[in-house]
């Protein structure tokens, strides 16, 4: 039988609420829950800035969203978000070579070819807008459009460092975990990424 | 301050980012939610076992077929001459009787509806012999 020295210490102990194991899986769902609700959109613009299609983009964040919750439910919650983007930037990676070979076989095969852009030109584009904030908007849109542009352009490993480091506030530490190199490694990418875009983007923004 | 420094940069695409992030449409917003709720469930899920895979049903079909096959083969005695192709069409022939009975089966239905007096008169013949016929 438990004893207890003093009477509040076993009120202490008889007032902790005991947790049984499916009160445990239930507040990890729940925590999982909110973790993907608050990462998941930014993480479909992230995909969807590389991918530059929306359709893919969702897969990519889906398959993310199932791998994690599969592979790493149990890890410590704040190791979660560096995974997560571990495995989107693997999904995109992944996505993006089988797209260059899917791009060399059709580039053999006779018929129509695909849109370079992956997209096709939607009607609703060119309808005008009477909203008051238009102007705005629209040079909003621009100048988003030219950095996705520029984020496109740079390689890989630069653009995922500038995005998680800058999008997504991730220390480097973070940022290393997520894209699986070195903290200096992440600091030379960030760095070159920052260079390369100033160069870019400075006569757009200035 | 330069207006390009890293800062000011870095600052911008952030806002930009984040508005973006803002201006996702509904049918994204609404296949993110569909897509946590799966992943969700799949985490509360155990895990699908071999057969519940959607490969597995093909896969134990073709073993089970190869094991039918090795079934046969071992189960034909030693020194009995494996079937000719003369007396496997004996089996074909029973199979296109087979298959010309299914498709006349309907002139056959036909028939016995047509003959339902005649069975009907045997049946009360039978059960009662010393009985003079009625018609």
């Not at chain 1, 791009?103 to 852009?117: H, I, S």
């Not at chain 2, 020194?79 to 004996?90: D, N």
């Amino acid at each position: 039988m438990q004893c207890f020295a003093t009477l509040p210490d076993a009120q202490l102990t008889w007032d902790v609420p005991i947790r049984t194991p499916g009160e445990s899986v239930l507040d990890q769902t729940r925590e999982l829950e909110k973790f993907l609700a608050d990462i998941e959109r930014r993480a479909f613009r992230m995909a969807q800035i590389a991918l530059r299609n929306e359709d893919d983009a969702l897969d990519v964040v889906q398959d993310a969203m199932l791998k994690l919750v599969r592979n790493y439910a149990a890890k410590p919650a704040a190791e979660w978000r560096p995974l997560f983007y571990r495995i989107l930037e693997n999904g995109i990676r992944d996505l993006q070579r089988r797209r260059s070979v899917r791009g060399r076989l059709m580039a053999w095969m006779p018929g129509p070819k695909e849109d370079p852009d992956g997209d096709a030109q939607d009607p609703m584009d060119s309808v005008a807008d009477d909203s008051p904030d238009a102007p705005q908007l629209l040079m909003q849109a621009q100048a988003m459009e030219q950095l996705e542009k520029s984020l496109r352009a740079l390689p890989a490993r630069q653009r995922e460092a500038f995005m998680l480091r800058n999008f997504e506030g991730m220390d480097v530490a973070e940022t290393a975990a997520a894209m699986g190199c070195s903290q200096g490694s992440v600091k030379t990418h960030y760095s070159r990424a920052v260079h390369t875009l100033r160069e870019d983007l400075g006569e757009v923004w200035s | 301050m330069n207006e390009n420094s890293p800062t000011t940069l870095e600052q911008r695409s952030r806002d930009l980012f984040d508005e973006s992030v803002g201006n996702v449409n509904m049918r994204v917003r609404s296949r993110l939610n569909q897509a946590r709720h799966a992943a969700l469930e799949a985490a509360v899920r155990p895990r699908a076992r071999f057969f519940d895979m959607p490969y597995a049903a093909p896969a134990a079909g073709v073993c089970a077929a190869a094991l039918l096959a090795v079934v046969v083969w071992v189960g034909v005695p030693h020194g009995e001459k494996p079937m000719i192709a003369s007396e496997s069409q004996t089996s074909f022939e029973d199979l296109d009787i087979v298959a010309a009975a299914e498709e006349s089966s309907g002139d056959t239905l036909e028939m016995l509806q047509d003959d339902a007096d005649f069975y009907a008169w045997a049946a009360e013949k039978n059960a009662n012999p010393d009985g003079n016929d009625v018609g």
